[in-house]
């Protein structure tokens, strides 16, 4: 899966979309530390392939990974500095919620978030929906990037999971 690229100077706004969540009784934010076992567990049952992604970006300072919560369960999640440096994602958003701009409004908060810190563009790794991205904040797939920093894993270079 190739790589896209968003410009992070020119996003459509995020008080509109976390205005439109809250009307629905969702709240986007940044995910506190001590929510990181919650996190974690709801991540490894739903994504387990982006468990330690997820985990890595509750190292960053501030919490790199942005939460959606209604009536205290969690809805979605999506991380940046996780597998490198001013890369976006990964991002999940449960079934039952998609569709529903649950997803708009992370990935506004997150690229928002990322353009706070100085970034002017971030990378989106490993993009499934391309046309999600491509129509929400513009962004471009990266010629030459199909597996991108994921070429040692795609090549079998990696290590393995003697548990399983």
Same mark, same amino acid.
């Given at each position: ?69 209604? /009536?205290?369960?969690?809805? $979605?999640?999506?991380?940046?500095? +996780? #597998?490198? &440096?001013?890369?976006?994602? *990964?991002? =999940? ?49 990266? /010629?030459?990037?199909?597996? $991108?920093?994921?070429?040692?894993? +795609? #090549?079998? &270079?990696?290590?393995?999971? *003697?548990? =399983?």
């Amino acid at each position: 899966m190739p790589d896209m690229l968003a410009k992070l100077y020119d996003l459509p706004d995020l008080d509109e979309a976390l205005a439109r969540m809250a009307a629905s009784g969702i709240d986007v934010r940044p995910a506190l530390v001590l929510e990181k076992p919650a996190v974690l567990a709801w991540v490894a049952a739903l994504f387990p392939g982006w468990t330690a992604e997820t985990d890595v970006s509750f190292s960053r300072l501030p919490v790199a990974c942005h939460i959606a919560v209604k /009536d205290r369960q969690l809805l $979605g999640f999506a991380c940046y500095d +996780a #597998a490198c &440096r001013n890369f976006f994602g *990964p991002m =999940g958003v449960a079934e039952a919620v998609r569709s529903q701009g649950v997803g708009r409004a992370l990935l506004l908060s997150v690229l928002h978030a990322q353009r706070s810190q100085g970034y002017a563009y971030s990378v989106i790794g490993g993009v499934g929906p391309a046309e999600f991205y491509a129509r929400t904040v513009g962004a471009v797939l990266i /010629d030459g990037s199909d597996n $991108g920093i994921l070429a040692p894993l +795609a #090549a079998g &270079r990696t290590l393995s999971n *003697p548990g =399983g």
